[in-house]
């Protein structure tokens, strides 16, 4: 049979039996035998990356899904992601249910968010966890279509046998990656179903829904913004094959993958490119509206498209978005806390009730946001809104419009008026992460001299208290120009630093008083004195969001047993507690060059096991979703 034959079979859904592409995996993998024509050389890739990952075709996996309280940081951490693609991922579904398949949205790193059909069959055909919380990366489960397309940064179709691990020959999975409009890899959609049924269309559909929620993240992203749709057929315009691209000024900011496909752009165009560096003539020669037959286009390349002007009107946008945003008001219960931290909360109350704003800096799971919602409970704005804003995830034109209510108009006397939360807190988390422009009028709008000064337009001082957050330390950022060195000095008013637990030399102490905040009364003498020793002799990779988390676990298995000694804490924290850290100031600088060398050890660790998650954290002894959650979730990106 020759290769042209070959390939047409494979488009039409036919494939080797399993037993035989099982063998050539394994001569492949084995015995370097070329597996040809009939496996894709995505497929071949993988199975090359897998093997090199340290990963042995006889020996699957041991999978375990995150705890409840994890998988809700995870969720929250990709709230964005979920929102913008529920209703594609339901409607998918609907597809799915005629083959008895499930539609799984996971994050960019391969860890499951939401997993809707008939797990069950999965779970029986490929014998592993298909649920959300449960990591599907190359690393772990080897090729995938979930790992598999975001190793490939491309839509993927892994067919039964393809499948790095026998186990899994029962599904046919295709997955395709999700991106923003600036290129950032949010995460992957994919569907799966039974290997046996046809699957010829199936990358097709979820295509369809990705290209539908690549849509909604560029209309988030750039609503405000002037931005052009066009193609080649004029047709096609309105339509999910439309390209799509944003201008700030003549400047290219924004685009569809297949606006950049069209044009023979990647990403890196975002930023440089102008309009007049892509099409012949200006902005101007299309018409906002009228047929799009007359708005012809062509680029400098010289291909003809057809294109319209897309602008969002402004009081519309406004009315909307600041609903979504008093919609997103979070209630203002603030979570233990130690008596020690307690103390700084008093002064930062002090200063924030004078209109000083305040910076809190620490590693991830340090308690920064903690510190800010006790802050916002005992301040004169308690009674009021805790607005949490994430730099890191939101869009520009949400941020702005948190900050100021909408972005400056030509003929505003002063456009540097903070809106925020009135009567209340508005938290800024990740502000490392607030686009420069805004930097820039933040900074304005926080200078002293100005407030109040009928000379200067008549501002108000806010009604409100400002918070920002960070896990890194600004005075970096700003020293390779990432971030205002003005907006740095007003944010940081008054300054506070949270330590790592493993910094701290008493944590006896706050195991015992966030237990006690966190047991209900009649419980809180069940922890023994051998378990606050073990909890207090752990690391704590995770700080005091990982303690918390511990608590409270505890605290429900006190109700079903006796006394809670070291035998009711978790394996990894019996297993792995390890004497503090030498916390002298001659060791470590700051927090913040803690956690880097720490994620450091955890990259030497990995690299040293060939990429190996699970050998990597044996040999560290932290538990393999600890590992994974610290080096690939999004707060180590931005560090």
């Known amino acids: ?265 990647d990403w890196s165009a975002l930023g440089v490119e102008r309009f007049d560096h892509i099409f012949v003539g200006g902005l101007d020669q299309i018409r906002h509206d009228g047929p799009v037959e007359q708005s012809r286009l062509r680029t400098l390349a010289g291909s003809l498209l057809f294109g319209q002007l897309r602008s969002e009107p402004r009081v519309k946008t406004q009315a909307i978005r600041s609903e979504s945003w008093t919609q997103r008001r979070e209630p203002n219960a603030a979570p233990p806390f130690e008596r020690q931290i307690v103390v700084q909360v008093d002064r930062a109350v002090r200063l924030a009730d004078a209109g000083v704003p305040i910076l809190i800096q620490g590693e991830v799971g340090a308690g920064k946001e903690i510190f800010a919602r006790h802050l916002h409970a005992a301040s004169r704005y308690g009674a009021g809104p805790f607005v949490r804003v994430d730099c890191s995830t939101e869009a520009a034109t949400d941020i702005e419009i948190a900050l100021f209510g909408a972005p400056p108009q030509p003929c505003q006397v002063d456009p540097q008026v903070l809106t925020g939360a009135p009567g209340g807190t508005l938290l800024l988390a990740a502000v490392e992460a607030l686009p420069m422009t805004l930097q820039i009028r933040l900074a304005q709008a926080l200078r002293p001299d100005r407030s109040g000064d009928p000379a200067m337009g008549g501002r108000q001082a806010r009604d409100f208290n400002l918070v920002a957050i960070t896990d890194l330390a600004l005075r970096e950022r700003v020293a390779v120009g990432c971030f205002s060195a003005e907006l740095a000095v007003r944010l940081a008013a008054h300054l506070i630093t949270l330590q790592p637990l493993r910094l701290i030399t008493d944590r006896e102490t706050v195991v015992r008083e966030i237990w006690q905040v966190l047991a209900p009364a009649h419980l809180v003498d069940r922890l023994t004195e051998e378990a606050v020793a073990v909890l207090a002799a752990y690391a704590w990779p995770g700080n005091r969001r990982q303690l918390i988390a511990t608590l409270r676990s505890l605290a429900v298995l006190a109700d079903s047993r006796g006394s809670l000694g070291p035998e009711a804490l978790p394996r990894e924290i019996r297993d792995a507690a390890v004497p503090a850290t030498d916390s002298s100031a001659d060791t470590l600088a700051s927090s913040a060059e803690l956690g880097s060398i720490t994620l450091a050890v955890m990259r030497q660790a990995v690299d040293a096991e060939n990429g190996n998650i699970s050998r990597a954290a044996k040999r560290l002894g932290v538990n393999r979703s600890t590992l994974y959650r610290r080096l690939l979730s999004p707060e180590q990106d931005r560090s």
């Open 1 to 265: 049979m020759n290769s042209r034959l070959r390939l047409y079979q494979r488009l039409a859904g036919v494939s080797l039996e399993p037993d035989r592409l099982s063998e050539i995996r394994r001569r492949y993998i084995l015995d370097g035998v070329e597996p040809r024509e009939w496996v894709p050389p995505a497929i071949v890739r993988s199975w090359q990356r897998s093997s090199a990952l340290g990963l042995i075709l006889d020996r699957a996996p041991h999978l375990e899904a995150l705890d409840e309280q994890q998988l809700k940081e995870l969720r929250e951490r990709n709230e964005l992601l979920l929102a913008t693609a529920r209703g594609e991922v339901v409607a998918l579904f609907s597809d799915a249910r005629a083959t008895n398949g499930i539609v799984i949205l996971a994050d960019a790193t391969g860890m499951i968010l939401e997993a809707i059909g008939n797990t069950d069959f999965a779970e029986h055909a490929s014998g592993m966890l298909l649920r959300a919380g449960v990591q599907w990366d190359e690393a772990t489960i080897g090729t995938n279509a979930i790992g598999t397309a975001i190793a490939e940064s491309a839509p993927i179709a892994v067919a039964g046998a393809e499948h790095f691990f026998d186990k899994h020959s029962q599904l046919g999975c295709s997955a395709v990656p999700i991106f923003d409009p600036s290129g950032r890899l949010m995460g992957v959609l994919d569907m799966s179903n039974d290997a046996n049924l046809p699957q010829t269309h199936t990358v097709g559909l979820v295509r369809r829904a990705v290209d539908q929620i690549e849509r909604r993240l560029f209309e988030r992203r750039f609503g405000r913004h002037e931005s052009l749709a066009f193609h080649s057929d004029p047709n096609l315009i309105n339509s999910t094959h439309e390209g799509l691209l944003a201008f700030d000024g003549d400047r290219l900011v924004g685009a569809n993958r297949q606006a950049l496909a069209m044009l023979g752009l």
